[in-house]
Structure formats: C-alpha cells, structure tokens
C-alpha cells in the first residue's frame, strides 16, 4: 500500500505541540444566528460512527445508503502523467490509475471505489483531507495551535459559507476596489455592506486602510465600522496585483489592529513567476524548496487564527472535479461541517478518489509540486507572449499595462481622457463602446465596471480591462490582443 507521508507531516492540523504558540481567538461571537444555531445533523452522526478508525467491522443496519452491489460503475481507469514525467512534456509518459471497488481489502490504496461511491462525512474523505494537510502543513506551517481543514466543493461554495457564518445583517467587509464579483454577488443579498479599499499595482495599501478604519464614522459612511476583509492576495482578480512578504505584513498588522476577520481567496498562489529558476539542468525543488520559494500567506503570518484561507484543485488539476479546501481555527471550520451537513455534504466521492489517488498513491507531495511548476511554467509562456503582443499591438498613448507576477490576468488602464467626445460621454459609456468594438473585432475582454460593487453605477474615474492568458492557445494570444489595438484604435479614432 503507498504511504508517502513524511514523518514531519505528520503532525498536523493543530496536533502537534508548537512551544510558544497560542490559540486561535474566539471568533464565536461574530456568528450570525443562522450558523450560530445550527446543531449536527442527526442522520450525519451515524457516517461520523462508520469513519471512526476501529469500527471498519461494524455491521451497518443505521443510514439509509444505496447498496455497493448496484453502483453500476464497477472500476474507474485514468490516464494521467505517471510519478516520473518529463518536466517538459509529462504527457509523453503516462499511467494507468486503476481504482476498484476493492481496493482498500486487496491492500492496492486506503481509498477504494465501493467508499467512494458512498455517501462520506461534512470534512471530505479522510484520505484526501490528511493529503490536503499536509500540504499545508508544509505551504503555509500555520503559526497558531488549533487550526484545521475541510475540504469544500471549490471556493465559491467556501465564500458562500463563510459569509453565511460572519453574516449577521449589517456586517461591513473591505474589499479591494475591483474584486472577484461572487464575493459581493454572495454578498449582498445576506445583506453585507461592502467598503472597496484603495490599491496600486501591489495590492490594498495598508497605511491609506489603516487611516480609513481609524476615522471610520458609520454615519457618514452609511455602513458600520467594517469587521472583514476579502483579499486575492497572488494575481489579483481582476488588476492582476500580487503584494510582496512585506505587504501582507503591513496589511495583517492593521487587521490585527483593527480586528478584521480576513478571508483569503488564493486560487493563484502556485502560479508566481518570479521565482528563481535554478541553473539550466539543476534538478527540480524539493516540495520544501518550493514552498519556501513563493511569497508567504497570509496564513502562514496568522498568529491569531483571524484567516480564513480558501485553496481550490480548480486551477492546479481541474475545476470540474470542483474540490477545493479551508484552513481555518477548528471553531470556525467546525461550524463550515454543520453547514456542509445539510447542503453539500461533500465533495464528489469520484473527485476525490481520482484526485487522491493521483495526488497521494501516484505522484505524493514532490510529484505534485513538479507538476505545479510544470504548469506555472506553461501559464508564465503565456504572460510573456501576452506581454510582448500588447507591446507589439496597443496604442501606448491610450493603453498602459504592467506584466504581472502572478496569476492568470492581464489589466489594461485605459486613458479615456484621449477619447475624442471624453468631455461629453461618461467613463461608463467609453467602457461599453471600447468593450463594443472589441466584440466587433472578435475579441472578449472584461471591463473594469464588473468588478465594481455597484457596476460603476455612481460613476468612475478609471477604464480598466481585465484580459487573461490563461484560457486562450498560446498561439491565438496575438491576433486576439492585435483585435482588442484595432478596436481600441478605431473607437480612439486613432488612423
Ligand atoms: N476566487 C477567485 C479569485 C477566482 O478567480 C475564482 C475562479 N475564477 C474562484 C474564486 C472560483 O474558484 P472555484 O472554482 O474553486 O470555485
């Protein structure tokens, strides 16, 4: 049976004993009533029973699930790049991952399909969360006692229960001037109120935060004293932003301050391209190697237990396998399994097989940080070629941009000052027939407005658009790029 665990991963999820560390604080009075009232699921209790290690014997006559012998799926095969790809091309040397409905008693993997197929716990299958744990363990050593993770069906659904959880009417979240749109979309119907914060090219500047909250008057702000924060702290959705080491400690520090509970949104963590290759034919990182390498957490720095971090396999493996994970104080992760108890229960059994086996029985930790760096690689191509095809096709006196760090977006700043009817169209307008043009010219870019609690509705001072090299071809980048100049150049009336 596969074991990859080293003996320092053990120790995790607030198990081992940290000398000097203290406890996460008690974030139980900031529960809305909804969260706060939520007791377990009776019918969940009976799957919590059967998980117990040494109860693998107990004949189960309790919850009411489907029997193994009418799963009409009888072995799952996968072809993926086995343990030992080529760094450059793991499609040239691949596997076959078998999973059988007997796996687990014909000693092949801890995780068969016939527990798949079933009905699991509120946490996610035991196997994938103690892999999961071990990444973190390693990424972001969080330096608190009491911290814990669930696994969660991607981070949408884990910003739609942690802001169910915080949600009581009238809480007041700071947010990045422009962000990822679900956050306020799940928003605003629980009746949030949403602060944007002012930023440059690396992010939420702390000093202009800290004066903001220090002279907070909720009637002058019609909303009261904010009390989170949601960051994108690695390749900002949308402006691409990603804040240094040093960033991310000012900005923890007036969180500290200020007590902000924070909700770290990180799907591109791993994609940070200004890592320090190694000499041409030097071997690859070791996972350790690796995690030190990329710019620190807001985890990682998180004393206090106030960071509620949302990582998701859906950019490192798959979105559709839609499974992704928190790390959080055990209170707060322990209200998320209430929540998942009556909603999601968990993430697909067959996602979390394939991943498992994938991640744990096939590649382990070092496989799996190879193949981030293969990718983070590939998406880093595409920046550059992206980089190179706005230099090559934007008319600099209208457009400026910078090559981000991280992630997967490209921001545009477009100075609408140039338009020839500025002084009589608004922002919003020259957003729509740039945006217009574009469609025209058979490119799609976002503009900046939908990034916009309010859509730009009260007007704007700034035309942005976001445009991302992560979906397209590498080869379709500059002609679409060349479109989105001669559009720009025609709604400019640039010659
Ligand atoms: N947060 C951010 C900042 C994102 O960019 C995305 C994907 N576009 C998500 C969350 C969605 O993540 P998931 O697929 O894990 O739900």
């Known amino acids: 049976m596969p074991t990859n665990t080293s003996e320092s991963c053990k120790q995790v999820g607030g198990i081992c004993g940290h000398a000097g560390l203290k406890p996460a604080t008690d974030w139980r009075d900031r529960f809305s009533t909804e969260a706060a009232s939520r007791g377990d699921a009776v019918m969940q209790r009976m799957h919590a029973i059967l998980a117990q290690p040494g109860n693998e014997g107990v004949c189960s006559l309790g919850p009411g699930a489907p029997s193994a012998d009418f799963f009409p799926f009888f072995a799952a095969e996968y072809t993926v790049p086995s343990a030992g790809f080529p760094d450059d091309a793991p499609a040239r040397c691949t596997t076959q991952l078998h999973i059988g409905m007997k796996d687990v ?69 700071v947010i990045e001037n422009h962000t990822y749109p679900t956050c306020f979309e799940t928003g605003l119907p629980l009746g949030y109120s949403f602060f944007p914060a002012k930023m440059d090219n690396e992010g939420l500047l702390p000093d202009e935060l800290d004066r903001d909250l220090s002279s907070w008057d909720e009637e002058a702000r019609g909303m009261k004293r904010p009390t989170m924060l949601y960051t994108i702290p690695t390749g900002q959705n949308p402006s691409g932003a990603t804040p240094s080491a040093d960033r991310r400690r000012q900005v923890y520090a007036v969180a500290q301050k200020h007590d902000l509970y924070i909700l770290e949104d990180d799907p591109y963590y791993v994609f940070q391209f200004e890592q320090e290759a190694g000499p041409p034919g030097a071997a690859p990182p070791t996972t350790q190697q690796y995690a030190r390498s990329l710019i620190p957490s807001y985890l990682s720095m998180d004393t206090d237990g106030r960071v509620f971090r949302m990582d998701s396999f ?100 477009i100075d609408w000052h140039k338009h020839p009817q500025a002084g009589t169209m608004s922002t919003h307008e020259i957003e729509q027939v740039i945006y217009d043009a574009a469609i025209r010219h058979q490119v799609l870019v976002v503009p900046g407005s939908w990034f916009l609690v309010d859509q730009g509705k009260s007007g704007m001072d700034t035309v942005f658009f976001r445009m991302t090299f992560a979906a397209p071809a590498t080869n379709a980048i500059p002609n679409a790029v060349k479109a989105l100049g001669d559009a720009i150049r025609e709604v400019f009336k640039m010659g």
């Not at 096939?362 to 496989?367: A, S, V």
Request: charged letters at 20%; a positive charge.
């Open 105 to 173: 008693s014909e000693g092949v993997s801890n995780y068969d399909l016939s527990s798949a197929l079933q009905y699991g716990v509120g946490t996610g299958s035991k196997q994938l969360l103690g892999f999961v744990k071990e990444h973190v363990k390693i990424f972001h050593n969080p330096p608190y006692l009491d911290w814990d993770c669930i696994l969660t069906t991607g981070n949408t659904s884990a910003m739609d229960t942690v802001m169910r959880i915080f949600g009581q009417k009238g809480v007041t979240m």
């Open 314 to 413: 859906a950019k490192t493996i798959s979105p559709g396998a839609r499974v992704g994970w928190v790390t959080a104080a055990r209170q707060v992760v322990e209200r998320v399994m209430r929540v998942h108890e009556v909603s999601t229960q968990h993430p697909s059994g067959i996602s979390q097989i394939a991943l498992y086996r994938l991640l744990h029985d096939e590649w382990g930790h070092d496989g799996w940080t190879r193949w981030m760096l293969h990718i983070c690689e590939g998406y880093k191509k595409r920046r550059d070629v992206m980089v190179g095809a706005c230099e090559a096709s934007l008319p600099r006196d209208v457009v400026s941009w910078n090559a981000p760090a991280a992630g997967f977006f490209m921001w545009l700043t």
